[in-house]
């Protein structure tokens, strides 16, 4: 039912970054903010970026994200051990909200 | 802190019916739109609906509506998901978020309690 697209996964080493991408459309990706969310395992969610591109204030910068048409990106630089976790995408049609199929980050 | 907890999930037989509940603490309950979304075992996550900060506007994704209702109490600082006519499919962890007016993520979540539909 997710109508974000995103690989199952990714995997790296240890100080190497990763890249993450998140495809839509012009409905809600194309026309609305898009926000990332860090799931470690056997937690709820937790926000990671908002509004394409903001960080909490907590979240450290070696997360950035960024959009461009109708696809996001997430970049994790530095990858440390634990960020290994799922990441979702979000955006929103009218007045719903959607998600992305998720990816699982593995590091090596 | 903000706090948001989800309570009231089971084991519950096909067709039937449960209200899951959401205490928000260490925020104006008042002043936020809360969402539910769920997660099935093993997959990812499912956006299942959302009501505005004073109840005035309410939508479902197509998987809950006519089977399940959002509501909130305000002095009561509680999100409530009423879910009728239960299915095997709709057994997931069912998470509270919040999300504050006029934005659109979800900067806070509960822990989720976990629906289980079976017979």
């Known amino acids: 039912q997710s109508v974000l697209t995103q690989p199952p996964s990714v995997s790296a080493a240890p100080g190497q970054d990763v890249t993450i991408s998140c495809s839509g459309a012009?409905?809600?990706?194309?026309?609305?903010?898009v926000s990332w969310y860090q799931q470690l395992p056997g937690t709820a969610p937790k926000l990671l970026i908002y509004d394409n591109e903001k960080r909490p204030s907590e979240i450290p910068d070696r997360f950035s994200g960024s959009k461009s048409g109708t696809s996001a990106t997430l970049d994790i630089t530095g990858l440390q051990a634990g960020d290994e976790a799922d990441y979702f995408c979000g955006s929103w049609l009218g007045g719903r909200r959607v998600f992305g199929t998720g990816t699982k980050v593995t590091v090596l | 802190q903000v706090q948001l907890v989800e309570s009231g999930g089971g084991v519950v037989q096909p067709g039937r019916s449960l209200t899951l509940s959401c205490a928000a603490s260490g925020f104006t309950f008042g002043h936020y739109a809360m969402h539910w979304v769920r997660q099935a075992p093993g997959k990812g996550l499912e956006w299942v609906a959302v009501i505005a900060y004073d109840g005035s506007n309410i939508y479902y994704a197509d998987s809950a509506k006519g089977r399940f209702t959002i509501s909130r109490a305000n002095p009561r600082n509680t999100l409530y998901l009423q879910m009728n006519s239960l299915r095997t499919e709709d057994s997931a962890v069912y998470y509270c978020?919040?999300?504050?007016?006029?934005?659109?993520?979800?900067?806070?979540w509960g822990q989720g309690t976990l629906v289980t539909v079976s017979s």
């Open positions: 978020a919040r999300e504050e007016y006029g934005e659109y993520y979800f900067d806070y």
């Open positions: 012009s409905s809600n990706i194309g026309n609305n903010y």
